[in-house]
């Protein structure tokens, strides 16, 4: 996939998977729309690429986990004259916590973040797309996303709910040269686990391996709704179909019930 020249917009770009994506498209020659709340860090990385990279890149310093957040991100494209041709909708967090005890604030940016702006962005984006005949749309899913997660259960929903949209989405742009993507890493070198007050069940996964399946897949000729992140994770993901579901639900409440 020629990326040259295009521009890339990544969320949750100042660290793990979104800052994986940064430098791969960068290395492609895409140049590149930063999103992320932390100033100093998107600065700090933009010098960075553009260090190794000729390409273009601008900044947005902006909190996604807010209803307006979508709009806020178009303004700013808006007013840099630009329009994503690539989207990657990295942003995200989870919570770790009975649903009983969880913080009803937190969640709700969580849904938002993770659903809202992921979808409201998609929206926003996908006309023009369409319009040129190009683009690109990565949304972040987890291997959460193949079964109800007792302990996580509003992140687990989260991400069933982005796997669900974005293969709906590759069917309606089928037969166009938008390519929609759904990726879901299992436990990956990032800050989410630390964020999530959880521990990961088995050993964390290098970004790297995240951005190679998604380039992978955006340049196979034969497009796919959705992949998963890993022989292993692939496996488990189809091991959550064949066996009954309250015995799946058990299973994932011992690794992360507490």
Do not use: C
């Amino acid at each position: 996939m020629n990326l040259k020249g295009k521009t890339a917009v990544i969320t949750g770009a100042s660290s793990g998977i979104g800052l994986g994506y940064s430098h791969a498209l960068a290395a492609r020659g895409a140049n590149l729309v930063l999103v992320a709340r932390n100033k100093s860090q998107l600065e700090t990385i933009a010098a960075d690429i553009k260090a190794d990279h000729a390409v273009n890149i601008d900044v947005v310093v902006l909190d996604l986990s807010k209803v307006t957040s979508g709009q806020e991100l178009l303004d700013a494209l808006k007013k840099f004259k630009l329009s994503a041709d690539v989207l990657i909708n990295n942003a995200g967090f989870g919570t770790n916590n009975r649903v009983a005890k969880e913080d009803r604030t937190k969640i709700q940016q969580e849904i938002l973040l993770n659903v809202v702006t992921l979808v409201d962005l998609t929206t926003a984006v996908l006309p023009e797309m369409l319009a040129k005949d190009f683009g690109v749309i990565v949304n972040i899913g987890s291997t959460a996303s193949f079964q109800p997660v007792p302990g996580m259960a509003v992140y687990a929903a989260t991400k069933a709910f982005v796997r669900s949209f974005t293969s709906a989405l590759w069917g309606e742009v089928k037969g166009t040269n938008v390519r929609v993507l759904t990726v879901n890493p299992g436990a990956t070198e990032t800050e989410f686990f630390k964020i999530a007050e959880a521990k990961p069940a088995g050993k964390l996964a290098p970004v790297s391996d995240v951005v190679e399946a998604t380039f992978k897949a955006l340049d196979s000729k034969n497009s796919s709704p959705s992949i998963v992140v890993g022989g292993q994770n692939a496996l488990m993901a189809h091991f959550t179909r064949l066996v009954p579901v309250k015995a799946v639900i058990n299973i994932a409440g011992k690794l992360f019930l507490h």
